[in-house]
């Protein structure tokens, strides 16, 4: 059989050796590339061996820093003093007598002092109650309902005085109003409204109190009735009146028609009024309208003796 190497007897034909001739002439060139490719790797440090690109990326990923989820922070509830003091402050308490139980924890409550490095306000303040003589709410409107008549001349500034330092002690978010009667005239703070406790609008009443003068005699009926017409803003009424008088000269109903006449206006116009009545020495009728008056409104009576 013949082939491309030749006939299968005898020497090998030229075809075979050719073939031979190109087979080395390959293998030289392959080897001489490859020792080049060695050559040039060893040169640069290389593994020549090794796939220097994946390498390269595994190392860098290894000393690539860490990625890791920024971390959720949960801000603790912001207590107040005030919070903190409402807490521990027991309404059948006396105002007082509470503050001296929560000062050491409001002393050293975050928060307890302003921006200036004062003490929050005490006392009613502290916890948003209103204190007139001594008789406590927590209403949010109240409309104080004074008697500036000739007879309350030797204890008008008593009343001024602590009159002032309730309204000074209402919150933002209370409303007030004043109204004094006497001397056959209303003279009111508000105009007949009930403002917000700003501190703005809680100076002009300190303002307004300081211009009344005590004179002329009682009217407390017209008083009464104009109370429970006063609204505020969104035309709702005081919630709470404190009702401040030494007597009812001029009231000519009797110590029951009287009061009934008052129940009467507070269940057509302000069936939600509370009255609480303060009475300086009130004598007979007088004392016994007060007592109820402020019953059948689900009030309060309180009796001044010496201005306490």
Known sequence: MKGILGTTKGVRGPAFWAWMVSISVHLIMLSAFGVVRLSGAEAQGEDPLAPTARIERIR???QATPL?????????????ARARYAEIADTSMPVGRVLDTARPIIDNWPGARDSGGQFLPSSAELSGRIEFFGSLSNERKVCYLVDCSGSMQGVFSLVRSRLKESIAA?????YFCVIFFGGG???EFGDGRLVRATPKAKAAADSFIDTIRPAGRTNAAAALEKVVRIRDGKGLSPSL??????????????SAAFP???ANLLEQLAPAMKINTIGFLPQGDDRRMLETIARQSGGEFRCIVGGK
Do not use: C, H
């Open 241 to 254: 009146v404190y009702f401040l008088t030494d007597g009812f000269e001029l009231t000519n109903e009797s």
């Open 60 to 62: 860098n990923l290894a």
């Open 260 to 262: 009934q006449k008052i």
């Open 170 to 174: 209402l919150q933002p978010d209370q």
């Open 68 to 80: 890791t989820a920024k971390p959720r922070i949960r801000r603790p509830p912001v207590i107040t």
């Open 185 to 187: 005239k209303l003279l």
